[in-house]
């Protein structure tokens, strides 16, 4: 059977033709408006905000981070990030012998603002707070102050923990150094001496008494992407609780930073193995550690293969000292 709807009448066909695209249209706009009342309605994380800015950083590299002053032309940088004021939080128990001499105990209270910086650095700031409040607890004074510091900054190069060195420049001769605690949400697995290999030995037998709780190994590394770093180049001990967090790469600098990812029975142990460290260095009958000479700072640096990062972000202070020290192999 043959059927021809438009045989009495062919020119009505074209108002069916016409009206394809008049449709098209119209949907067209539906959802083109649907789709913004809904965008309309994302926080910038779901709109992919976030994975602009790190695929404009993956593609700048450090100049989007560090791009400051008159570079000429416009960046995102110039658009995007400014400086604003921030501050260090400090408090401190005061020393019963030499009040003077100052052992830091820090951790960054900044973090990157895609979740909630439970895993970075959370555990860091959390166990400042429990050892404060543990030595505190135990009634017990050390012989020297123990300084609580969350630094502000982290995430921006160091600044808070850069910041408290050139403010107690003058002081930094009474510091016994810095314990830092920011490798994520794993029980602590090694004390790293912030390049004081002199330091080692006299660490080993405390480590050692803390077998009971877990075995801690010890070593003379400088950790230079926390803020141990500038203590370290103050040729002070940048002591770094190194941890075995096999999860941190994913949680943090992520949205993932929630805090589900904490174990409150692990930051349980590694804020009293804080407050354990800090009130042993801190009391000692001997006096901990003073500051290295600058050239000896130069050479250990060199040595721990920190010379070309440093001199890559402004921050080799020595000049030429230290020249000709090699790398050494791990
Ligand atoms: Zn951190």
């Keep these: ?23 098209l249209a119209i949907m067209a706009t539906y959802f083109t408006m649907k789709r913004v009342v809904e ?3 994302q926080t910038p994380y779901q709109r992919g905000v976030y994975e602009n ?6 593609a700048q590299g450090q100049t989007f981070l560090t791009a400051t002053g008159d570079s000429g032309s416009w960046n995102t940088a110039d658009l995007f990030w400014w400086p604003a ?29 895609l979740s909630e910086g439970s895993t970075d650095n959370g ?24 300084r609580f510091v969350l630094f502000t900054g982290e995430e921006q190069g160091l600044d808070g923990s850069f910041a408290y060195v050139k403010q107690h420049q003058s002081e930094l001769p009474d510091h016994l150094g810095d314990l ?21 030995a006299t660490f080993q037998p405390f480590s050692k008494s803390l077998a009971n709780i877990r075995e801690i190994k010890v070593n003379e590394k400088v950790e230079s992407g926390t803020d141990t770093l500038p203590f370290s180049m ?39 193995l804080m407050a354990l460290t800090a009130f042993w260095i801190a009391d000692r009958p001997d006096r901990f550690a003073t500051p290295w000479p600058a050239e000896r700072t130069a050479k250990m640096l060199r040595g721990q293969g920190q010379y070309d990062i440093l001199k890559a972000f402004h921050l080799w202070p020595y000049g030429d000292l230290g020249a000709g020290e090699k790398p050494k192999e791990d």
Excluded: C
């Design 1 to 23: 059977m043959n059927v021809d709807t438009f045989k009495n009448n062919p020119s009505i066909k074209w108002y069916f033709v016409a009206a394809i695209p008049f449709m």
């Design 39 to 41: 965008r309309s309605r």
């Design 53 to 58: 800015f790190f695929q404009q950083m993956a």
């Design 85 to 113: 004021d921030s501050a260090n939080v400090v408090g401190e128990i005061r020393g019963r012998e030499n009040p003077e001499q100052v052992l830091v105990v820090g951790a960054h209270l900044d973090s990157w603002d």
């Design 123 to 146: 555990p860091g700031s959390a166990s400042v707070l429990g050892a404060a409040d543990t030595i505190m607890r135990s009634g017990m004074k050390p012989r020297r102050t123990i």
């Design 180 to 200: 830092v605690l920011d490798e994520g949400q794993g029980p602590v697995s090694e004390f790293q001496m912030g390049g004081r290999d002199d330091l080692v």
């Design 234 to 272: 103050a040729g002070l001990p940048g002591i770094n609780m190194n941890q075995d967090s096999p999860e941190y790469k994913y949680t943090h600098h992520s949205a993932a930073d929630a805090l589900e990812a904490v174990k409150p029975e692990v930051l349980t142990q590694n804020s009293t």
